[in-house]
């Protein structure tokens, strides 16, 4: 999984399947959710690549994808919007939203 800024964010959605992690550092389902997005990314990362935006670094990226509550994660395909699931939810139900796109 990589930290991206505003500036690699762009090129980095740009091909393939990506999940981006819309988090703060002071967001406590944000930390809680943040060893679930780990785990989908070393069991996935083959099929999905992963990387995580600080809001506080980036409130161009969290405005133009219209983030107003966190953990928020958006699912990418060639650089376009395909899904987006807010807040903390089980490994279980991350993976079965993720996986309906990795066929």
């Known amino acids: 999984m990589v930290e991206l800024t505003k500036e690699k964010f762009n090129e980095f959605i740009k091909k393939g399947i990506v999940l981006i992690d819309f988090h703060a550092h002071w ?27 600080n809001i506080d670094n980036a409130p161009e990226l969290a405005q133009k994808y219209n983030i107003r509550s966190i953990p928020n994660f958006i699912l990418f395909k060639n ?25």
């Open 27 to 53: 967001c406590m389902p944000c930390v809680i959710m943040s060893p679930i997005v780990d785990e989908i990314s070393k069991k996935f990362r083959d099929k999905l690549k992963v990387g995580k935006i």
């Open 79 to 103: 650089g376009k919007v395909i899904d987006q699931f807010i807040g903390s939810i089980s490994k279980e139900e991350f993976e079965k939203k993720i996986k309906r796109y990795l066929i």
